[in-house]
């Protein structure tokens, strides 16, 4: 069974930086699948924030985010998001989600098949 287990986040200053880690856990690797981080704030579900493509590499991000956030790792077993000069508005409850197909990378949660248990950044003003 394929699990996506999360790790890191929590409360930090404006200006700060926090990573955190998507590890897949059990026979499966994220090789030529497309990962993503997306944030569950208050409101309507997660929304996308960043993520990678397949084979290709491609990358998408939201505009708050560019030049702040990124993504590394050996997108093998692991992938981390690296969160510099985080703000107020970054706070929420961040997801890892894979896709098992290999499909484009996709902003939108239904592309994604595994996601992590979630873990919850929160950034003080």
């Known amino acids: 069974q394929v699990q996506l287990v999360q790790s890191g986040g929590g409360l930090v200053q404006t200006g700060e930086s926090l990573r955190l880690s998507c590890t897949v856990s059990g026979p499966w690797s994220f090789s030529g699948y497309a990962v993503a981080w997306f944030r569950e704030a208050p409101g309507p579900g997660p929304t996308f924030v960043v993520g990678?493509?397949?084979?290709?590499?491609?990358t998408d991000q939201i505009d708050s985010v560019k030049g702040r956030f990124f993504l590394s790792g050996d997108k093998r077993k692991t992938v981390y998001l690296e969160m510099n000069n985080l703000k107020p508005e970054d706070t929420g409850v961040y997801y890892c989600a894979a896709r098992s197909t290999s499909g484009s990378l996709s902003r939108f949660r239904s592309a994604y098949t595994y996601w992590g248990q979630g873990t919850q950044v929160t950034v003080s003003s």
């Open positions: 990678i493509g397949g084979s290709a590499g491609s």
